[in-house]
Nanobody, 112 residues
Framework: QVQLVESGGGLVQAGGSLRLSCTAS????????MAWYRRAPGKERELVAV???????YVAESLKCRFTISGDNAKNTLYLQMNTLKPEDTTMYYC??????WGQGTQVTVSS
């Protein structure tokens, strides 16, 4: 059974940093493409970053100066480092091994 468990969200002041983690079980992180999405209430789901199974990474153009995606194969864990956070980054962040597997999400709240 595949499980993706996110952690690391929370409340932070604008300009602060958070690192989200996504620990996978039942699936090998290093041979699967993994991604982070975010979705605010009433808005479309937004792709944040991708870690491909060929080792390449992608971060959405609007976020690449502040966000970094990485992984630890030994821990089977995907990370999203978020720096210089802004109030508009406030939303739920989801880890996925697309298309079938999703975590429960972790809430990020950035206060102004």
């Amino acid at each position: 059974q595949v499980q993706l468990v996110e952690s690391g969200g929370g409340l932070v002041q604008a300009g602060g940093s958070l690192r989200l983690s996504c620990t996978a079980s039942g699936i090998t992180f290093s041979i699967n493409t993994m991604a982070w999405y975010r979705r605010a209430p009433g808005k479309e789901r937004e792709l944040v970053a991708v870690s491909s199974n060929d080792g390449t990474t992608y971060v959405a153009e609007s976020l690449k100066c502040r966000f970094t995606i990485s992984g630890d194969n030994a821990k089977n864990t995907l990370y999203l480092q978020m720096n210089t956070l802004k109030p508009e980054d406030t939303t739920m962040y989801y880890c996925t091994a697309p298309p079938d597997y999703w975590g429960q999400g972790t809430q990020v709240t950035v206060s102004s």
